[in-house]
């Protein structure tokens, strides 16, 4: 057997794909060849999910079918419903596995694993996730469920489900570029796990759970609720001084900031950028600026000491924050757009599939062992 690859995969490359294109030392991040830049300044999450799905922007009456779409797949099963609410509490990212996996029992395609059926459980999957994920954040904060509402984009749907009102402009774009931000990326942990488990044939939802249950860990997706734990720690009050006192003290004892570093950028992660300006502006906006002081402060330290730079994960904890969401569905609510490229990925997989099986460098005890009777070792 050749060489084992170097730990965790670093950059091996598993497949081939026409999806997203990252350039990690140029901090270069594209959608089917669209600059995720030009996406964030001018385009939709409904116009990114296409994108991803076609390879190609949607014309008008594309996009106004996917809209319609999304809309009429909104709702969620009452027996799903039921579930969630008899749920004991706990972890979002918990429920939503659990919950998305019980989706596929109430699916009308769920035994057609045609390519146009899990195209249609592609569409669905997206616009149950923010209804599940907004269901969610009402239960948790007592209040009772929301009906979806059709006319609204997802990213205005999930914020007046969410908050029970209907969320003004700047809110609803800011969430909007959020979900374009964090729609694909590669062939990062989640998007890997669910190629896995669609290449064995399996099936759609099964997919994105497993999608789901890699997501949830710290040094994936649930690094953005540590960031925001990590400055609830300090305290909105703290000064810059006691900022960086506390992250001197963390990198001294080896600790990982979490929000910093990533495996394939080694410059600014360009996600990261325009979440920065977002939460300086909402929070501006809010009257809670500093938040994003404090975190511009950890970012100078970090970035001198260690040369690692915030990722996707840093600055959208204090965005989503000073937009009044609580921490326990900042992850979720990367879910609720990294469906779109989880499900891309699955179909790409699909239809040129073959199942992913690597090899293992093996390092245990010589071969062959003698067998001894169980009175005899
Ligand atoms: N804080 C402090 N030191 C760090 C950090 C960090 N956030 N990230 C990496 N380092 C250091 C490591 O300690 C290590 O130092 P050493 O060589 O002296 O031991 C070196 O940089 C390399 O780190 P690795 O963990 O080996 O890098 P890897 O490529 O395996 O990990 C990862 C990338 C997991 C993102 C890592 O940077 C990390 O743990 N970051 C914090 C968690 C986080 O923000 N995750 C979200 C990533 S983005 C996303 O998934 C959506």
């Known amino acids: 057997m050749s060489a084992a690859a170097k730990g965790g995969l670093e950059d091996v490359v598993a497949t081939s794909s026409s999806i997203c294109f990252i350039d990690g030392e140029r901090g270069?991040?594209?959608?089917?060849?669209?600059?995720?830049?030009?996406?964030?300044?001018?385009?939709?999450?409904?116009?990114?999910c296409y994108l991803l799905w076609h390879r190609r922007l949607p014309n008008r009456a594309e996009l106004g079918d996917l809209q319609s779409q999304?809309?009429?797949?909104?709702?969620?099963?009452?027996?799903?419903v039921r579930l969630m609410r008899s749920l004991p509490p706990g972890d979002g990212m918990d429920l939503l596995r659990t919950l998305a996996s019980a989706l596929s029992h109430y699916d009308p395609d769920a035994s057609d694993n045609s390519a146009a059926a899990n195209y249609r459980k592609a569409v669905r999957l997206t616009a149950q996730m923010g209804t599940l994920v907004a269901s969610y954040g009402r239960m948790l904060q007592g209040g009772g469920?929301?009906?979806?509402?059709?006319?609204?984009?997802?990213?205005?749907?999930?914020?007046?489900?969410?908050?029970?009102?209907?969320?003004?402009p700047t809110s609803v774009r800011a969430f909007d570029i959020g979900l374009i931000l964090h729609a694909d990326h590669e062939l990062n942990a989640s998007t890997f796990a669910a190629r896995v488990c669609a290449a064995t044939l399996s099936d759609v939802h099964s997919a994105v759970v497993a999608g789901i249950g890699t997501l949830k860990g710290p040094l994936h997706?649930?690094?953005?609720?540590?960031?925001?734990?990590?400055?609830?720690?300090?305290?909105?009050?703290?000064?810059?001084?006691?900022?960086?006192?506390?992250?001197?003290?963390?990198?001294?004892?080896?600790?990982?900031?979490?929000?910093?570093?990533?495996?394939?950028?080694?410059?600014?992660?360009?996600?990261?950028?325009?979440?920065?300006?977002?939460?300086?502006?909402?929070?501006?906006r809010a009257g809670h600026p500093r938040w994003f002081q404090i975190s511009q402060r950890i970012e100078q330290v970090v970035t001198s000491e260690k040369k690692l730079f915030p990722n996707?994960?840093?600055?959208?904890?204090s965005t989503y924050?000073?937009?009044?969401?609580?921490?326990?569905?900042?992850?979720?609510i990367f879910a609720v757009s990294r469906v779109s490229g989880w499900t891309a990925h699955i179909l790409e997989q699909l239809a040129n599939n073959r199942l992913i099986r690597p090899r293992a460098d093996y390092v245990g005890p010589t071969y062959p062992q003698r067998f001894l009777p169980r009175d005899q070792r």
């Open 70 to 80: 999304f809309a009429a797949a909104r709702a969620l099963p009452d027996g799903v």
């Open 28 to 48: 270069v991040l594209s959608y089917c060849g669209y600059d995720v830049h030009d996406l964030a300044q001018s385009a939709t999450f409904e116009e990114v």
């Open 312 to 317: 996707v994960d840093f600055y959208s904890a």
């Open 145 to 168: 469920l929301i009906a979806p509402d059709t006319s609204l984009s997802q990213a205005a749907n999930f914020l007046y489900m969410l908050k029970g009102n209907r969320p003004d």
């Open 321 to 332: 924050y000073t937009m009044g969401i609580p921490i326990d569905l900042y992850t979720p």
């Open 221 to 284: 997706g649930g690094a953005n609720a540590e960031v925001m734990k990590m400055l609830l720690d300090l305290g909105e009050d703290a000064t810059d001084d006691r900022a960086e006192a506390f992250v001197r003290g963390k990198l001294a004892r080896k600790e990982k900031i979490s929000g910093f570093g990533h495996r394939v950028y080694k410059t600014e992660d360009p996600r990261a950028t325009h979440l920065r300006r977002m939460s300086k502006e909402l929070g501006e």
